[in-house]
């Protein structure tokens, strides 16, 4: 980030701006033109005392107010702490977009705001999760109330939103109207002054978002009930009641719409204001009673105790004969019983009667009129005090952390908000100015100690060089409130619980008594000539940080005491109203102890509230009014002086102005920024004091602008801390950015290396497949190799498991050899020479002869007739019969005469055309037809003179004989499975290889005495060898399909 500087004359003095620039960041650009218009207008006096040119002068710094307010700017920072000025009229910086504006940005960008100081302390909360408070502090009608508000609601709009959470924001915000209502009442300094003490914590989850609250009250100006000075009101929620509530409420409550009818109202004859509108005012707190989770039961039982306290004031008395009170309005005892649900008679006698127990014996004694009068406001306080405190814990119970609701949201932490009764002086200040001045003293006290002083130890101890600014410590004022014996509580209840006489007149001279050296002591015996006349003998004064009070004990004592007579008590705890119930607890009745008095109560209660705000990071708001009439636009300067003043806001400048705005730990400014220094980032090794000195020399720290204590750095300026926060945030995008890429780096290189995995995995299995695919192609070359080598060697063995492979394979190359260069014609004797395996078919004589015979047959057949071509492929085998197949006795017959091939044929008979099996034998001479052991028929190869065959697929074939030949019984017709073979090797023997007739059509043939037989043939479907009519034999061919 770099630093834009802009020099603005303004007419009062150049005035440095500085804006915080981030290189080429265009939207922030937007938003500096932004913040630049919102500035400019702020550019009237200075934005923050700190830079005072005068900064010593009070002149000077109410000059700045001045004129900053003259332009409705109300707002001024010394430091972090904001200076506010009740403006008394609406101004228009409280929308939804200024708050937009506030949310998220430095402190030091943007013009001074209440929401400036809100948004820094929720964002410190969610940074260090470390518990804050905002203390508002201020006189009566300075703005306290209103600030809270603001504050709260800046919390409810910007914060993080959820449906629940909503629910806890709206009650958070309801809450104020309810207690404001019970709490709040006009008074001469302010129209809605806070008459009790408010801490409110809320508790934001690890989120950020607001999920719960709780609120601690103190002391409630109780006395306002029964009495109200000139020109003030009771509480608002009497008027309230009264102006708005609808008739039928009115009614059941037994109320008038005027409060004139009633005495608690009348008392500062102003029942009606023109700032305020109970009416409307009433529809909100009605409105807001609901959201707090009220139902409608309980308004009515709380609304009763309202009613019964207006009632109570109505009660009037009367003396009779012996002095002692009674009752004279019975009208109002019969509301009141019927209201807080307690037996009528029972309530009018506590109300004139005293019960003591002494001695454990109960003693009842009757009332005077002063007494039954004080009696009964006693009642009222008593009754309003307690439902106050009953309603803040109702409030309480409705904003309490439900963890059930929201679950799994771990720790929580909480942002406070003290808004308590200012400062105030009145013409008569009593006891409850006395509490509130003591409360806004302690407060003060805190101030002091968190800021003037602790700030000042802390440059001592951190050995940091330091001028010390004086300032007023006004601790000695607390003392002398609430030392132990020496105090004025301690001696004011000292005189409430002694036995004796004791008044207020006593307890005024014990004060002077113990008291009287102290230099903010004065009552008018004590004081000297000039002063005793502004003092009354009833009166003692006391110089506080703010200012004089002088107070009239008149009261003390009873205030104190707070005494509730005892039958009064006992009445309310049998009370059926539900809220009084709870409110009167009977162990009160039993209890032996005196309870605490209200001052010791008080005193306890703020000691407890400065724990508390001790334990949180504080921020403040400084309010102060600008004149006593509530007038907009009007600024009186004396007034504005004195509070400043007292507010200690000059010595509060002084300290800033001589100090550093932020110090840290070394080990937390370390860790905080680390990253913004490569040497420190992302650990550092060394002492975290080192470690920090070298970060600030790399961020480039001026010398002037820090300094290095002994366990903190000290940062002198705003400005140098919000560059680094800026460094910081951008930063972090950085490394958020860089973060990612790591993560996106991190996971697209797992998906990587398992996707490389995953490709190895196929690889290697593929290489596995290849190689085992290889290594099979080689084991099968290798075997084939032996095999070959084998059967080389094993080639002229006889066929057998070793050559087999080797000869098939010769065989085969030779065959596939001879393809390519097949020889023209079957006799051309340029053959290649055939390899050993292949000759056994050429080269042996009956393989030669089959050979040869196949040459024969397929001059005589080839294409001649259809089943030729089926012959082909069948080797011609030596016979068809063995000898063993032949009957001996034709062996025995054909003597010496060789068979030289024997067929089964059928013959068919000459007349019939029967068929008959028989064996056709050829020897060296003849063709032989037997008949089982018979030669029925011998043809010498002399006698044939000629064979005839269809041309068709038929296996019929006829031996044309000599016909002279007496002996011979005329042509055979024959039939052979194997016609061709047959055929062949007649034809052969009988030297008629051109005597083979092939006919198409019929056959003559001769069947003896000259007699003719005609066989016909026809192709058919199937084969069919039956006479015909005509006397013919018809022989059906089946057809081939190779034709
Ligand atoms: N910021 C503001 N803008 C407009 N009006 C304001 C602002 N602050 C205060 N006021 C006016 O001043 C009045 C008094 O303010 P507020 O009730 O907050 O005072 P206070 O400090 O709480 O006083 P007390 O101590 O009596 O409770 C308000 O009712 C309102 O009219
Ligand atoms: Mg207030």
Redesign the pocket.
């Known amino acids: 980030p770099a630093f834009l500087v802009c020099k603005t004359p303004t007419g009062e003095g150049d005035r440095v701006l500085l804006l915080l620039h981030e290189p080429g960041a265009g939207s922030n650009g937007v938003r500096l033109t932004m913040e630049s218009a919102l500035t400019a207008r702020d550019r009237v006096g200075v934005q923050d005392f700190v830079l005072l040119e005068n900064f010593t002068s009070e002149a000077a710094f109410i000059e700045n107010l001045r004129k900053r307010f003259k332009e409705n700017l ?1 707002y001024t920072y010394i430091g972090s702490v904001l200076v ?1 000025v ?6 228009e910086i409280y929308s939804k977009q200024n708050m937009e504006r506030y949310r998220g940005v430095s402190f030091y960008e943007v013009s001074p705001h209440l929401y400036a100081i809100a948004d820094n302390s929720y964002r410190s909360l969610r940074m260090e999760r470390k518990d804050q408070c905002i203390l508002i502090s ?10 809270t508000k ?1 504050i709260l609601q800046y919390y409810a709009v910007t914060c993080p939103a959820s449906q629940q959470v909503e629910t806890v924001k709206d009650r958070l915000l309801q809450s104020n109207p309810v207690l404001e209502a019970f709490g ?1 009442a006009k ?1 001469l ?6 008459r009790f003490g408010k801490y409110m914590d809320v508790q934001f989850d690890y989120r950020g978002a607001p999920v719960g609250g709780h609120i601690l009250n103190y002391l409630l100006e109780k006395s306002r009930v029964v009495h109200q000075n000139h020109g003030e009101r009771n509480f608002h929620i009497f008027y309230q009641l009264l102006e708005g509530g609808e008739e039928d409420l009115l009614r059941r409550l037994g109320l008038e719409k005027n409060p004139q009818q009633y005495h608690y109202l009348v008392k500062g004859h102003c029942a009606r204001v023109s ?1 305020i509108n109970d009416k409307n005012d009433w529809k909100i707190v009605r409105r807001a009673l609901s959201i707090i989770s009220f139902n409608d039961n309980e308004v009515e039982d709380l609304l009763s105790i309202v009613a019964s306290v207006l009632h109570l004031g109505n009660v009037q008395f009367a003396a009779d004969e012996q002095g002692n009170a009674q009752v004279t309005t019975e009208n109002q005892i019969k509301y009141l019983a019927r209201l807080l649900a307690v037996e009528g008679s029972v309530l009018r006698d506590a109300l004139i009667h005293k019960k003591i127990i002494a001695k454990g014996e109960e003693l009842i004694s009757p009332l005077n009129l002063e007494q039954a009068a004080y009696a009964r406001d006693a009642l009222a306080k008593a009754i309003y005090g307690r439902t106050f405190s009953w309603l803040v814990n109702k409030v309480n119970k409705s904003l309490a952390y439900k963890e059930g609701e929201f679950p799994g949201w771990r720790s929580t932490t909480v942002l406070g908000l003290l ?1 308590i ?2 400062f ?1 002086v009145f013409q008569h200040n009593s006891f409850e100015q006395f509490c509130i001045n003591y409360c806004n003293e302690k407060l003060q006290q805190l101030f002091i100690e968190l800021t003037l002083k602790s700030e000042q130890e802390e440059y001592e101890s951190e050995g940091i060089a330091w001028e010390p600014v004086q300032y007023f410590n006004n601790k000695i004022i607390c003392d002398l409130v609430e030392e132990k014996f020496k105090g004025i509580i301690s001696i004011l209840d000292e005189e409430c619980l002694r036995p004796g006489d004791a008044t207020d007149t006593t307890f005024l001279e014990k004060l002077e008594e113990t008291v009287k050296n102290h230099p903010h002591f004065l009552t008018h015996k004590l004081a000297d000539q000039k002063t005793r006349k502004s003092l009354g003998r009833e009166e003692f004064r006391l110089l506080h940080y703010a200012g004089e009070v002088t107070y009239s004990v008149a009261g003390f004592l009873d205030k104190n005491n707070d005494l509730l007579f005892r039958n009064l008590k006992e009445t309310m705890c049998n009370s059926e109203n539900p809220i009084i119930n709870q409110c009167f607890d009977r162990t009160e009745l039993t209890d032996k102890k005196r309870p605490e008095t209200a001052a010791t109560q008080f005193k306890n209660s703020l000691s407890k509230l400065m724990e508390i705000l001790m334990s949180k990071e504080p921020s403040y708001i400084r ?1 102060m009014k600008p004149n006593d009439a ?1 007038q907009a636009d009007r600024f009186d300067e004396v007034l504005i002086r004195h509070q400043v003043k007292y507010l200690g806001l000059m010595e509060n400048l002084r300290v800033r102005r001589a100090g550093f705005a932020y110090r840290r730990k070394y080990e937390v400014f370390l860790q905080r920024y680390k990253s913004l220094c490569p040497e420190t980032w992302p650990t550092w090794d060394g002492r975290p004091h080192d470690g920090v000195a070298v970060l600030v020399k790399h961020l480039g720290y001026k010398q002037e602008e820090y300094k290095m204590g002994r366990t903190k750095i000290f940062i002198r300026f705003p400005k140098t801390l919000f560059a680094t926060e800026d460094a910081l945030e951008v930063r972090k995008q950085s490394l958020a950015t860089k973060m990612q890429a790591t993560w996106r780096g991190f996971y697209r290189r797992k998906k990587f290396l398992h996707m490389k995995h995953s490709a190895i995995a196929i690889q290697s299995w593929w290489r596995g497949t290849l190689g085992r695919r290889k290594a099979a192609k080689k084991k099968w070359a290798v075997e084939t190799i032996r095999r070959f080598i084998k059967g080389f060697i094993y080639r002229n063995h006889p066929r057998c498991p070793e050559n087999e492979y080797f000869l098939d394979y010769i065989r085969f190359s030779f065959l596939m050899n001879l393809k390519r260069n097949l020889p023209k014609n079957v006799l051309d004797k340029s053959w290649p020479t055939p390899p050993p395996s292949l000759c056994e078919v050429g080269s042996t004589a009956p393989g030669q002869m089959a050979l040869e015979q196949k040459v024969i047959a397929s001059e005589i057949f080839k294409g001649k007739k259809d089943n030729y071509p089926q012959s082909v492929p069948r080797l011609f085998i030596n016979t068809r019969l063995g000898n063993e197949e032949i009957n001996t006795k034709v062996l025995q017959a054909l003597e010496n005469e060789a068979i030289k091939y024997a067929v089964p044929v059928i013959k068919y008979d000459r007349k019939g055309y029967k068929a008959r099996a028989r064996q056709l034998l050829l020897t060296q001479n003849a063709v032989i037809i037997v008949e089982d052991s018979k030669i029925k028929q011998r043809i010498d190869y002399a006698n044939l003179t000629g064979i005839s065959v269809s041309s068709l697929s038929d296996n019929l074939f006829v031996l044309h004989v000599h016909c002279e030949d007496n002996k011979q019984k005329g042509d055979v017709v024959l039939q052979s499975d194997h016609v061709i073979e047959t055929l062949t090797k007649t034809a052969m023997r009988a030297d008629k290889v051109n005597n083979v007739n092939i006919n198409q059509g019929s056959i003559k043939f001769t069947v003896g005495q000259g007699k003719e037989g005609i066989i016909d043939f026809i192709s058919g479907s199937e084969l069919l060898i039956a006479k015909a009519k005509n006397g013919h034999l018809t022989v059906v061919a089946p057809r081939l399909n190779s034709r």
Do not use: F, Q
């Open positions: 109300i506010s009740n403006p008394y009229k609406e101004l201020g006189e009566s009608g300075a703005g306290k109330t209103e600030a603001k709040n008074t300094r302010n129209d809605n002054s806070s700032s808004d009764y200012g105030e309010c509530k």
